[in-house]
């Protein structure tokens, strides 16, 4: 008798034992996911719910049971928990023991959440409003509960109410944390009105953070640590197009060409410098493909340019290391000939044309910072149709092609890369068989033509034969429509000038 009540004792301990695990046993991974999922999509905070769950259950969301991750769900997708019912738990826990450090700092961003805004004259940000609208502006004045913004809009008098509160809670890499309303904002740091101070925060230095417009957390918080996009939207990487095209309705010039925008997928260019010495010229440029997304573009484009009388000086001068003289010399190897000695002076200027494919892809950095881009193309053209009448067969020396040079190419691949929102880390790297290295000398002779080439281009009889080269610059932004660049092969330098919706 004593043996049978030995296991019925026995019995019941294992499934006691049993029991209290399956109610004990630790929250699930899907559990948890669930849980992140439904709490992301009301808008509260993992560290709002985290200060919630060790409120009530003493614990963190990972060290939850089983059965109190169900109940979790159970409350949160029946209503019972939502945003305002734990940010009033947690406000009611911090009165009841304030001397709790995580509490306190939760009831001081529960009632800076609720609390009006800051409007102080002089700030300049971004405006967010109770109707969903975002003006960018600086308050002119703040007077008997009414605003004065001035945007580029306009001059607008707002009441205080309609102004929705700017709330910043910022994690830095050194571990300090700032909560407090976001007073103003510039391309390098926030200035956040704290409860102790005024506090200036470096985006370079920003770990984490949170923002929150009238209570409402913005789920683009990846915005805290980029300045956007640079200023420049390049058509061109030193003389290599881009797949971008020119704004509509938008004019530009630069040191070697202009033009303009019809659409927002082809634009018309010319080189004026040979558009004025006879030279009528047209390029187009027309966007086959674009896909854009919040973070990532891409874009291909093809372009066509053609000149009615292509100065035979520029083809001569653009491959002069392809014309052999009296033997295996080269014409760029003779200091003492000039472009006037090669030219055939009874040949006419032939029509010329040229024809690419580009393809450019950009994104977000993943520093947060700007954007990265790069392009990758290929151009062909007609330049040595017809080359041989191009020659002297006069004077003192015999002139003719190298049959190595069958076809007039050039591949690249470029890169931009957004070091500030005005300036830019430019770079390209290419094959190309009609392309010499020169230095600033050659380079201002051969652009202004006092070297016997065609003034405003770049296509002279000097310098070094450099099929595979690359080169790198930096393009700075002195506002959106003027941006000039410096880098360390001919031209040396880029001017470009636009005119919005000329």
Known sequence: MQLKFDKIIFIFFIFHFAFSQSNNDPILFGQQRAIKNITSQLGISDEEFDDYLNSRFNNSLSNLSKNEGAQIINELQNEVLTKSSISE?????????????????????????????????????????????????????????????????????????????????ILNKKGEKFIGHVLSESDETFIIRTLYGDATVKKTSIEKMSRYYGGVLDKKTENTKRFYTGEAV????????????????????????????????????TKYGSSLNGDLNLHGKLRLFHRKTPDKERALSLGIGFHRAYPIKSVIGRFSHAIKVSGDSTLNQFSNINVDDVVNQAAENPVYAEAYAVYTSSRTNPTGRGKVGWSAGLKISNAFVGRDDFLSTTGDYNFKWDDSYTLPYRMWLSLDYDLRKNLKFVASAWADNGYKTMDA??????????????????????????????????????NENFRIGFHFQQPFLDIYWEFLEF
């Open 441 to 478: 000398g050659m380079a201002a002779r051969d652009y202004f033509g006092s070297d016997g080439s065609a003034p405003l281009q770049i296509d002279s009889l000097e310098g070094t034969k450099s099929t595979i080269d690359f080169d790198f610059g930096l393009l700075y932004a002195v």
């Open 234 to 269: 390049l058509l061109s990487v030193f003389m290599d197009p881009t797949a971008t095209p020119l704004r509509p309705n938008t004019f530009y010039i630069s040191a070697i060409s202009m033009g303009y925008g019809l659409t927002d997928r082809f634009m018309l260019k």
């Open 89 to 169: 738990a947690l406000y009611s826990r911090t009165k009841q023991a304030p001397a709790a450090n995580s509490i306190r700092t939760t009831s001081v961003k529960s009632e800076l959440l609720s609390s009006p805004s800051v409007l102080e004259k002089g700030m300049e940000k971004l405006f967010h409003f109770k109707d969903g609208s975002i003006s960018e502006g600086e308050i002119l004045d703040v007077e008997n509960n009414m605003v004065t913004l001035l945007t580029e809009s306009g001059q607008f008098t707002i009441p205080e109410a309609e102004f929705l509160a700017d709330i910043g809670e």
